[in-house]
């Protein structure tokens, strides 16, 4: 370890420029030359490749649009990430580290990112010798999260896309919300004063007893493990790790958890990253949110410890899935100008990708993409997605290699003997500019490229057109026509396109209508009519607010004032209708008393509204009994209990 230089002793982060753009295209004397069906889909797709290769289609051709974050000129990018999820309909929502600041863009379809790589842009001449274009000024971040003015070089979203977590210098770690733009905890090591960078944050899985763990690791070459949701009795200098991982001899640049084992009895596992050559393994099982600091857990964590042979500046995590050669976790790691894939459990190296870089590599990502060529089908009838990985350094470069060989559980056997994978080359492009982050959106749709200089420029893919699909002839229609003026009325709305929901009117009741011209007696008899109780209801309650009730009720002959009386006989004894016909009966009996004696079949209503109104008291009269004599019980047995 004594060989290594520290962090504090390594160079800048500076490299020369260029004035043009150059592409890995066929020659003798390029050993890394593209291949022409990948560089034709790249150029098509995200504008990386020649010029004469790209889409004329404005339709289908990709966007693209580059800007400066606020800190620009006095800050590089650290670092890009994009949210693990998006609303349904909406792009995924960027985070970009510059500075003493988080910046948020694109997480809607109104966003000034999104209206940017919406419009169409005629052809410009500065994309001839620039991957970065015309510096675009309408585009502002949605959000900016301030971090009370310490540099930030690393952020990390949780699983719900909205808690950020961020790495600053002083050894310092911000919780915080991105909507609020709110810092909702602080955690600050033990190396305050000797200011020691965070370089690498991120969440732990999440695990059964529901607990929210963060890991933080910087240039003290401690991996720390915080519970976000521990003990909030103190702040700052005063909350400790739940645990402290030493063994690293510079400074850890980045780290990655990944799960290990079947559904139901999974394992955590952390892999570090450092400047000290060396990849470390960390068992992350049976965390206690009471032990404190590396005196509490003696035992050593550190499973295996890998060689990369130069210092590692990125690393990633390939999962398995249901078709991968391997079945457990994979890593990839970047460091100098090579590339590594490790077996963590074996602790070997499965391939070593010699990615011709010049100058450091500074990022890495895997991307999928479709084809959409028509042979390009399983034998499902389903489109073949292809893993490629895309590297970019200090040098500007940004290098294309395959990694299908990793999903191929064909040649698994065969390379598992002979421990040797081979991820070949496809394309490249050489950019002006130092590059110093590299991302692509989960559902890879833009690509984001940072550079040293504070310039992003986000490519966006385009649209995907199914081949072999035969499209309607579009014709201009006569004026006068009925095609004319209905032109458009079949068009289906962009993504970028607000759509206006046109709710049909709602049809009125015949005793809505009455209501709206003030018959009250005429909405009260078609209410009636319907035989709907909850309507009738409804009615009479609506007359009550009008103060319209007596209005409703008085003037009736026979007719129609048999079946009010009859609806008020039978359902005021309902306790969901009782109180509304206590009022209605009480108006009644006022109204028409002087009339009793002149019709039969009224009185013989009033009778069965006074033998259910009867019936009715005697009820309550004897639960009201029957309370008291529980009250009794109940009031002599809790003496009894005291007594005793």
Same mark, same amino acid.
């Given at each position: 370890m004594s060989n290594f230089n520290s962090a504090s002793n390594l160079k800048s982060l500076h490299a020369a420029t260029t004035k043009s753009v150059a592409f890995a295209t066929s020659s003798k004397s390029n050993p890394t030359e593209s291949l022409p069906d990948e560089q034709k889909w790249w150029t098509n797709k995200f504008r990386l490749g020649p010029r004469a290769l790209m889409s004329k289609k404005k339709s289908t051709s990709a966007t693209s649009t580059t800007f400066q974050t606020p800190t620009a000129g006095s800050a590089h990018i650290s670092h890009v990430t994009f949210s693990p999820n998006a609303i349904k309909g909406h792009p995924y929502q960027m985070a970009i580290v510059s500075g003493p600041r988080v910046c948020l863009y694109g997480g809607t379809v109104t966003s000034s990112l999104a209206r940017a790589l919406s419009r169409t842009k005629p052809d410009e001449e500065e994309e001839q010798t620039s991957l970065?274009?015309?510096?675009?000024?309408?585009?502002?971040?949605?959000?900016?999260?301030?971090?009370?003015?310490?540099?930030?070089?690393?952020?990390?979203?949780?699983?719900?896309? +909205?808690l950020l977590v961020v790495g600053c210098d002083?050894?310092?770690?911000?919780?915080?919300?991105?909507?609020? +733009?709110?810092?909702?905890?602080?955690?600050?090591?033990?190396?305050?004063?000797?200011?020691?960078?965070?370089?690498?944050?991120?969440?732990?899985?999440?695990?059964?007893?529901?607990?929210?763990?963060?890991?933080?690791?910087?240039?003290?070459?401690?991996l720390r493990i915080w519970d976000l949701s521990g003990d909030f009795s103190g702040v700052g200098d005063t909350v400790k790790p739940i645990v402290s991982m030493k063994g690293h001899g510079d400074a850890i640049r980045c780290a990655a958890a990944y799960k290990l084992?079947?559904?139901?009895?999974?394992?955590?596992?952390?892999?570090?990253?450092?400047?000290?050559?060396?990849?470390?393994?960390?068992?992350?099982?049976?965390?206690?949110?009471?032990?404190?600091?590396?005196?509490?857990?003696?035992?050593?964590?550190?499973?295996?410890?890998?060689?990369?042979?130069?210092?590692?500046?990125?690393?990633?995590?390939?999962?398995?899935?249901?078709?991968?050669?391997?079945?457990?976790?994979?890593?990839?790691?970047?460091?100098?100008?090579?590339?590594?894939?490790?077996?963590?459990?074996?602790?070997?190296?499965?391939?070593?990708?010699?990615?011709?870089?010049?100058?450091?590599?500074?990022?890495?990502?895997?991307?999928?993409?479709?084809?959409?060529?028509?042979?390009?089908?399983?034998?499902?009838?389903?489109?073949?997605t292809c893993k490629r990985l895309i590297t970019a350094g200090l040098d500007g470069l940004i290098r294309i290699h395959s990694v299908d060989e990793l999903y191929d559980s064909d040649i698994s056997n065969e390379n598992k003997a002979k421990k040797a994978i081979h991820l070949p080359y496809l394309h490249g492009v050489k950019t002006s500019l130092p590059i110093t982050a590299l991302a692509m959106s989960p559902d890879c749709t833009r690509l984001v490229v940072g550079t040293s200089t504070g310039f992003v420029t986000v490519r966006q893919r385009?649209?995907?057109?199914?081949?072999?699909?035969?499209?309607?002839?579009?014709?201009?229609?006569?004026?006068?026509?009925?095609?004319?003026?209905?032109?458009?009325?079949?068009?289906?709305?962009?993504?970028?396109?607000?759509?206006?929901?046109?709710?049909?009117?709602?049809?009125?009741?015949?005793?809505?209508?009455?209501?709206?011209?003030?018959?009250?007696?005429?909405?009260?008899?078609?209410?009636?009519?319907?035989r709907d109780p909850k309507a009738i209801i409804a009615v009479l309650e609506e007359l009550g607010r009008r103060r319209a009730l007596v209005i409703a009720l008085s003037n009736r002959d026979e007719e129609s004032l048999e079946p009010l009386l009859a609806f008020t006989a039978s359902f005021i004894s309902n306790p969901k209708f009782t109180p509304v016909l206590i009022g209605v009966a009480n108006q009644l009996c006022g109204i028409y008393s002087n009339v009793f004696g002149q019709s039969d079949t009224i009185d013989e209503y009033f009778k069965k509204l006074h033998v259910h109104v009867k019936n009715e008291c005697n009820t309550q009269s004897v639960l009201n009994h029957l309370i008291g004599q529980i009250d009794a019980v109940m009031y002599a047995a809790e003496v009894d209990g005291n007594d005793e």
């Open positions: 970065f274009g015309t510096e675009d000024k309408s585009v502002k971040p949605d959000r900016t999260v301030a971090l009370g003015g310490h540099p930030s070089h690393h952020v990390a979203y949780h699983r719900d896309g +909205r002083h050894g310092i770690v911000k919780i915080c919300d991105g909507q609020s +733009r709110a810092t909702l905890r602080t955690f600050t090591t033990h190396s305050m004063k000797a200011g020691f960078p965070i370089r690498s944050v991120g969440w732990m899985p999440e695990t059964k007893k529901g607990q929210k763990l963060i890991w933080s690791a910087g240039d003290d070459a401690i084992g079947e559904r139901g009895d999974q394992k955590i596992r952390l892999v570090t990253g450092s400047y000290d050559h060396s990849i470390r393994v960390w068992d992350c099982d049976s965390l206690k949110v009471g032990m404190m600091g590396f005196s509490d857990d003696t035992r050593d964590r550190c499973q295996s410890v890998m060689d990369h042979g130069a210092p590692v500046e990125c690393l990633i995590v390939v999962n398995p899935t249901a078709t991968s050669a391997f079945k457990t976790p994979l890593i990839l790691s970047a460091g100098g100008t090579t590339v590594k894939l490790w077996d963590p459990q074996l602790g070997t190296c499965l391939s070593i990708v010699q990615t011709k870089h010049s100058k450091t590599i500074t990022s890495i990502c895997i991307a999928s993409m479709i084809r959409g060529d028509s042979d390009e089908f399983d034998s499902d009838g389903k489109k073949i385009a649209k995907y057109v199914p081949q072999g699909v035969k499209r309607k002839s579009v014709y201009a229609p006569k004026a006068g026509t009925y095609s004319f003026f209905m032109r458009g009325a079949s068009a289906e709305a962009d993504a970028d396109d607000h759509v206006v929901m046109l709710q049909k009117k709602k049809k009125l009741r015949k005793y809505d209508t009455m209501l709206q011209k003030f018959r009250y007696g005429d909405a009260l008899d078609e209410a009636l009519a319907s």
